[in-house]
């Protein structure tokens, strides 16, 4: 008798219509599910049109850097499809149709509703033609004393080529007669990005549109000519560097230079008011070298991005009431003196959630003790995106002043922020620190920050491993997780790490971290399948992970694997999802959440049953081919059974979200969780505010 091998799920479904859902679609799933926010009028008015701005931004970053890169594939004539078998091609049109509408309702959005309802409550935001006379006469000398001044009209003709439109700016096509010559000429008159895009009337107490205001006195640019007409439109260009870092001598100019590159680059899509005529569309589309299908024509007002600058000059009773996030117990004191954060340590690892729990009373606290503690001796730290402003690198700059050894992994290749890092690059370096950027070819993403310690006993360390980004701005916002402890495995491992991403290490292999590239996705397969034998011996087998982006197709595979096997599986993806749950055969046993809330939740939480041992990380690493192939990530395995039953409950509280969660059904499709008749309402956010406020 022969017995046949039993096939996989992944095998069994090859032949299905696709056993991957596409990711640029479920990354524009994902912003619908923002977009549904801001439409909820639930929501405070102010937050909903700062999520109406996030759902802009991000259609931005996805034009410039997906579709820009599909684009790029399509020209090449490359013949390599999508995980769920379709071509550049097909996603470019996919990606076009789908996105249309959902900007169309942006645009209804914050014309039919958002802007009304701003101006019932004190807000007023005018266009031109709902201006009254003195208005208009007010906002006439503003033009001429603060505007006029910068403004430079490029004509468009036989000895004036069309004029290079820069990425992301407001500009003008403008049409006027010379009534001298009887012809009509055409010129392109950029918005100044540099001036405030809502300028206040002081008669009235309201904004105007910089553009309106441009538009309404474009007399004054072209003195002897009739304006015939104007639209606004607005270019979005491929935004993807491309620095051979392996072949730079010196990687910050050949970055920079990169950047200056970046200016000049393909666009791949216009934004046009409605209205614009056809002839003028067709001009733009052949002179920016686009096709129809990159075309969006939308009501109302152009980059709504600048709703972040509303929400936040706006008044506080329309927004989220404030939360300051409690001050850990472990790290208070109790006449509020700031404690020593190296004793607590000592004595206990330390978990921190921000913004539940204070970035600046625990991580902070950290970094700046250590900077002033004449008992340390060095400090090194990653560096992938901090604020403006930063008191993080103000302490590291204080702490090489004072004679430490400060080093500082700065990733000047973090997109959309390399300008800022290298600007930090340079402060750090004149202050005295040493500053890398990071191991040729990779990215280093992963959040750590190590003090080394002059104690009775020798030298200690002390750790920080986090899931967010060292940014006290963005961790008032963002839901992070970050472990502080004096753990020596733990030290010696990041020890070694560093030594790996400043020098020459060859070491891959770690007994406290699991570190990509090396490694991560063969363990975390191994962890998947170790859930697979458990459930075979009838024991306890169960997954959930939390985390933003779920898109490496070993990963997916070896989940159904454990599906199929019987494991329960339940994911907690915020943005991308490309497992197909629910499907019998194939992933029946796999449920897949995301939270859309106040907050965004940016923490990457890993929990195996392992049979009842209850295995548990935490880190900076999603799972994506760019996380782990193309990064420098890290995973680290909390000891303390009370951690490990903190980030535990975290994931419960995440799973019995009912009000701000949406379930990933088999079809791909996303539906709003909601309570049952006898249910009662439950949101993981609201409740870890209301823990963090009674301790």
Not at 674 to 687: H, I, K, S, V
Request: charged share 25%; net charge negative; hydrophobic share 40%.
């Amino acid at each position: 008798m022969v017995t046949l091998a039993r096939s996989s799920p992944a095998d069994r479904f090859q032949s299905a219509p696709s056993r991957y859902l596409n990711r640029e679609l479920s990354y524009i799933q994902f912003n619908a599910r923002v977009l549904e926010t801001a439409e909820d009028p639930a929501v405070p008015l102010l937050e909903r049109a700062k999520f109406l701005a996030i759902v802009s931004s991000n259609f931005d970053e996805f034009y410039m850097v997906r579709v820009a890169g599909l684009k790029r594939q399509q020209a090449a004539g490359l013949n390599a499809r999508s995980a769920d078998g379709l071509s550049a091609g097909e996603q470019l049109a996919m990606t076009s149709s789908t996105v249309g509408p959902l900007m169309e309702r942006m645009g209804r959005l914050f014309s039919d509703d958002l802007l009304p309802a701003l101006r019932g409550r004190g807000t007023k935001i005018l266009r031109w033609p709902e201006l009254s006379k003195e208005q208009r006469k007010e906002m006439a000398a503003v033009f001429r004393e603060r505007i006029f001044p910068i403004l430079t009209p490029l004509a468009v003709d036989p000895g004036h080529p069309f004029p290079y439109i820069s990425n992301r700016s407001l500009n003008l096509a403008v049409f006027v007669r010379d009534e001298h010559h009887d012809r009509t000429h055409f010129a392109r008159v950029k918005v100044p990005p540099l001036l405030p895009r809502l300028l206040e009337v002081t008669k009235g107490a309201c904004y105007v549109p910089l553009e309106d205001v441009i538009g309404a006195n474009l007399a004054d640019l072209f003195p002897g000519m009739k304006v015939l007409d104007s639209h606004v439109f607005r270019v979005t260009r491929d935004a993807e560097l491309e620095v051979d870092d392996e072949g730079a001598e010196d990687l910050l100019s050949a970055l920079e230079q990169e950047l200056t590159r970046r200016r000049f680059s393909k666009a791949v899509r216009l934004e046009v008011e409605a209205g614009t005529p056809d002839d003028l569309v067709e001009m733009l589309v052949r002179e920016l070298h686009l096709s129809g299908e990159d075309v969006f024509t939308l009501p109302g007002m152009l980059d709504l991005t600048f709703l972040f600058e509303v929400h936040a000059t706006g008044p506080d009773e329309l927004k989220y009431p404030r939360f300051p996030g409690a001050t850990h117990p472990d790290l208070s004191a109790p006449d509020d003196s700031p404690p020593d954060i190296f004793a607590a340590l000592r004595r206990r690892d330390i978990l921190v959630q921000h913004p539940y729990e204070s970035f600046a009373t625990s991580v902070q606290l950290f970094i700046d003790q250590a900077a002033a503690d004449p008992d340390v001796l060095a400090i090194k730290q990653t560096l992938y995106r901090t604020s403006g402003e930063s008191p993080i690198v103000d302490a590291l700059i204080e702490a090489a002043e004072a004679g430490k050894q400060v080093v500082v992994l700065v990733e000047i290749k973090a997109r959309f922020d390399e300008a800022a890092n290298i600007t930090w690059a340079r402060a750090l370096e004149k202050a005295g620190c040493h500053v890398v950027y990071g191991v040729v070819g990779l990215k280093t993403h992963c959040k750590l920050c190590m003090v080394v310690r002059r104690e009775e006993d020798g030298l200690r360390r002390y750790v920080h491993v986090g899931t967010g980004n060292y940014n006290p701005t963005t961790a008032r916002t963002y839901e992070d997780i970050g472990l502080l402890t004096a753990d020596k495995d733990l030290g010696d491992d990041v020890g070694d790490l560093f030594n790996y991403l400043t020098g020459y290490s060859r070491r891959s292999s770690y007994d406290s971290l699991i570190v990509a590239p090396h490694e991560m996705r063969k363990r975390m397969v191994s962890l998947i399948e170790r859930e697979t034998r458990m459930a075979g011996q009838g024991k306890p087998a169960r997954i959930i992970f939390k985390l933003n982006n779920l898109v490496d197709e070993a990963i997916i595979d070896a989940l159904y694997a454990a599906s199929d096997a019987g494991v329960t599986v339940d994911l907690l993806a915020r943005s991308i999802c490309c497992l197909r749950p629910g499907v019998p055969g194939l992933s029946e046993n796999i449920r897949v959440q995301s939270i859309v809330g106040r907050f965004l939740e940016h923490s990457r939480i890993y929990y195996f049953a392992n049979g009842g041992a209850d295995d548990i990380y935490m880190g900076s690493a999603d799972m994506m081919h760019r996380n782990l192939d193309r990064r420098v990530e890290v995973l680290v395995r909390p000891q303390a059974k009370k951690l490990k039953r903190r980030l535990f409950e975290i994931l419960e509280l995440g799973l019995a979200d009912n009000t701000g969660a949406w379930s990933l059904g088999a079809d791909g499709d996303w539906q709003r969780v909601r309570p049952g008749p006898d249910a009662a309402m439950f949101g993981l956010q609201q409740e870890l505010m209301r823990r963090a406020n009674n301790k």
